[in-house]
């Protein structure tokens, strides 16, 4: 029956949506939250711009489970706190609302429905959060969820629909599918990848200061090891981390390489699937499309060399001209700092190498250290 | 509800996301939480809590707010819960005021909201408590001023335990890396035994931050995230690594190192005046090697110039991998 429930076809005029991953890990906060205290049903609202064109989830806030009943938002909390949220999101308004499920089901419209009456949200967006895509272990695994629209249908045979709903006010109402990608923020971004390397599980620690240690086991090895050998200091971290992200960058780069390599040498030999293909790729024994998507990448190569090279190579060049005279100053000022120390060690040494020199008992502060015997 | 949920939950392998253990910060037991706070154990030591800890949600919601402000310090507030001597921080929220660093009662503006935001939460069935505030110091680094200060010594008298948390966007962005600090006001009669920073002050700033350094001491701050997150960052790095390898860091921060250069000489030229002064040599007896004030702020310029040649030094190697990938001649066969 759920089936039914989602229109075949997609539509050209149907919006695109970019996500950010902010909303993303804060649905995966509430998800998280709402399965160990086991309070549900999971449902909230998502905030962002529609430009007509395209429609930018950026925020996104819970609904509470105790204000879910009977499939229905609670009206005027809703409303208060759409209230509340526009005070801090000025820029932002209500553009949908997301759950976690398979597949869309009948409650889904009826929460459709009430944000496109009530809550004067034109043509509310539903993220379907799909934890069962977890499931597959595919190393390309697709982000876990879909993007749907609401559309009325105008045919009345899908009597069977509302029959939940005691309301007849409930128009028969199908989703349709529509494209999304992400879209994040130079700040997200930096965010993200502190979440990635540095964070720890959300282990409980009856509070010692052992959880800096606690941090640093789900680091993994990479970070453990080097401990042990010799502690970096902090600007050696930075620049080591930043390596190592360029290294786990490139290494993606090749392996996407060797993916299409791999890919090509096993086309003319047979067009039977190959283990290193992804199940789509071998359904056709040619797939013309990837074939002709790989011509186009190895022709644009040739492209991707910038117009303005000596341009570029001059900037770049000094840049890096800037780094190192940078690099220099740095130096400088260290070696200024030290040149003080000694300046100054000089200046207590001296005088008391003379005095010794000239047969005087030395400093008077300085008696105990040598007679110590 | 119970039963429905439960069904709900078997439907939809809810209970396969969480595990107990590794997801158990996302818990919340309030009699705990009163508990503990009833029993006033941090009372005793002015330096009991000692860490804190941010769920990814929050530390997002805080990035992007502190970034989205500008040059502007904007500020909000965060929830959770407490664990010993650990603020384990849940979530944050964004509150309507800006300027924070130039006007004294900044937050009492907020406080409407806050009451009117909780209400609605608790409502909702969210029991966290208010843990502390956050707001940004753009381009300044991680510290608190006068006012900071004053506020959140405010906060620990009506609410504590409170945290308070400062962002700063700007060097976020040139370091690759977020810039955050956590702290804690002492009482208005503790005197701390010597506190060091290796902040990088700006020249403007820092009077106000002499002035109140010893009033405050800073936590350690963490993130955890869950195990959902962990699934779900995994896919979203299949999108990344392509902007990992396009950016170049030296181009994007050529503002900020160029204000970071400009300060470093504004401080070398007030540490060399200082030098030229006869009163800081004392009539020609040389103090004890440490205690000269010159040699600290010495070490401060150091470590300050050694930090910006390190981010400079990250950049040209993101720079050089990028030529070497994308710039270099294709080999001709």
Known sequence: MAADLVYPSTSDTSPHILLHPLALIAIDDHVSRSGIRRTGPIVGALLGRNNGKEIIAEQTFECGSKKLNGGQIDQSWFSRMVKLQSEIHPALSLIGWYTVGSEPQPWHTGIQAQLKDSFECDSPIFLLYQPQVFKDNAVNGRLPFSMYEGIITQTHDDGDMDVD????????????????????????????ADIMQGASTAIAIAGTSSSSKETDKSKGKAKEQPKEIFTPEEDEQTVLSSIKTKYNAVKMLQSRLDLITAYLKAQPAS?????????????????????????????????TSPAKLVELTKETQQAKTDGKVLQLLAQLTEHASDVKMLGRRVHVAEPRRRKEAAGQPSMPGLEGLNDWS | MDSEWAKWEAANGIKELVDPTRDALYNFDEANQKAFKSSKVWKTDPNYFKNVRISSSALLKMVTHARSGGTIEVMGLMLGALHGDTFVVTDAVRLPVEGTETRVNAQDEANEFIVNYLELLRDSGRPENPLGWYHSHPGYGCWLSGIDVATQANWQNFDDPFLAVVIDPERTMSQGKVEIGAFRTYPENYKPEAVDSD???????????????????????????????????????????????????LLSNRDYTTKQIKDIAAKITEAVTQQREPKSMSAGVPGPI???????????ITRASRRLDVHQQAGAIAADVKDEIFTAPIPEK
Do not use: C
Not at chain 1, 178 to 191: F, H, K, M, N, R
Not at chain 1, 283 to 290: N, Y
């Open chain 1, 165 to 192: 709903y005691k309301q007849g006010s409930v128009p028969p109402m199908k989703f349709r599918s529509i494209s999304y990608s992400l879209e994040t923020a130079p700040d997200e971004a930096i965010g993200l």
């Open chain 2, 199 to 249: 902040q990088m002050i700006p020249q403007e700033k820092a009077k106000d931050f002499g002035m109140h350094y010893n009033r405050y001491y800073s936590l350690d701050v963490s993130y955890f995230k869950s195990t959902l997150d962990t699934e779900v960052l995994s896919r979203l790095w299949n999108k990344y690594w392509v902007s990992t390898l396009s950016q170049n860091p």
């Open chain 2, 290 to 300: 440490s205690k000269d004030p010159s040699d600290k702020d010495m070490v401060k």
């Open chain 1, 271 to 303: 067009y039977l699937t190959d283990a290193s293909l992804s199940p789509a790729d071998s359904t056709s024994p040619i797939d013309h499309e990837v074939i002709r998507s790989i011509a186009a990448l190895a022709a644009e190569l040739q492209l």
